[in-house]
């Protein structure tokens, strides 16, 4: 695996955070992702951006005065949690489109596709269920929240770090599929199969591959040493591990490690190497606000 530098640009704020996302990919169009500011910005400037993944360009962006926690996209908005307010942004341009005055503190968040958000905390003890048209919230007691995921048209799977919940808004019934061991990171494939970093803390070193969000008898993938967080591959050969400052390349058939790079000089985004896909890595550098985009080639 050979990693080379596609670009650099210098952001106009700070983008890093405790509670600031991470950058996310458009999930329908690879060629662009979104960033909000981050701490150390003046509220009066904050906005959420959306970039050029070819050349870190700024395509558009709306002035929020608040970090943006997390976002969902669909195919002509998307909604953007702030800590006080939920806005509904068009999609290509990011104008707004409506103002919600509620905010739950949301690291997650999940769209039922007409009028309800769910909303959760990393650390929260509540889903909170959000109604677009009334604008009221309706809580549900629960744990720890490591994702929101959609099951079918009237299902969420809700990732509490020791099992899988399913909620069924039309019901409002949440109930516990299945307990699993402690996990820090999660990922589901596209056959239904649930990766699991197994483990308590900010570093693990076994992942967990289990035949379905229901459960079954796991498959254990040694990593060999501490992570911090994984992606899948799009085919679901590989998991790219992230380290503070290094991604390594982790064959899941050969059950070990093929690759790594280490980013030298670089200082990460949040606490490792950001992968937006099989292609591309996204590092940061606090001092000079500087977003750097590296190509993955093989």
């Not at 870190?56 to 908005?77: A, K, M, P, Q, W």
């Not at 009237?154 to 069924?168: A, P, W």
Request: contains cysteine.
């Amino acid at each position: 695996m050979e990693v080379c530098k596609k670009w650099t640009v210098q952001m106009k704020n700070n983008i890093s955070g405790g509670a600031v996302m991470p950058p996310v990919l458009d999930p329908f169009d690879s060629s662009v992702f979104y960033v909000s500011d981050g701490w150390y910005s003046y509220y009066s400037s904050i906005r959420l951006r959306r970039l050029s993944v070819e050349t870190g360009e700024e395509l558009s962006n709306v002035l929020t005065r608040d970090c943006v926690r997390c976002i969902h996209v669909e195919e002509d908005r998307l909604f953007a949690v702030l800590n006080k307010r939920i806005l509904e942004l068009d999609r290509n341009d990011l104008h707004i489109l409506r103002t919600y005055k509620k905010g739950a503190y949301a690291d997650y968040v999940g769209f039922d596709g007409r009028d309800k958000l769910l909303l959760m905390n990393r650390n929260g003890n509540f889903l909170n269920i959000f109604d677009l048209q009334s604008e009221t919230v309706r809580k549900k007691k629960a744990a720890a929240c490591f994702g929101i995921w959609r099951g079918d048209e009237n299902t969420f799977l809700i990732l509490d770090g020791s099992g899988v919940l399913e909620y069924e808004p039309a019901a409002n019934k949440l109930k516990r599929l299945i307990d699993t061991p402690p996990y820090i990171d999660c990922a589901r494939g596209a056959l239904g199969q649930l990766y699991l970093l197994e483990g308590e803390g900010e570093a693990s070193s076994r992942l967990l591959l289990y035949p379905s969000v229901l459960g079954g008898t796991p498959q254990e993938l040694p990593l060999g040493q501490p992570v911090r967080g994984f992606k899948l591959s799009s085919d679901e050969t590989r998991a790219f591990l992230f380290q503070k400052d290094r991604v390594l390349v982790y064959s899941i058939p050969e059950k070990r490690v093929t690759a790594q790079h280490i980013f030298e000089h670089e200082s990460s985004l949040l606490d490792g190497n950001y992968i937006l896909n099989d292609r591309t890595i996204l590092t940061y550098q606090r001092e000079g606000n500087e977003l750097t985009c590296w190509k993955i080639t093989e």
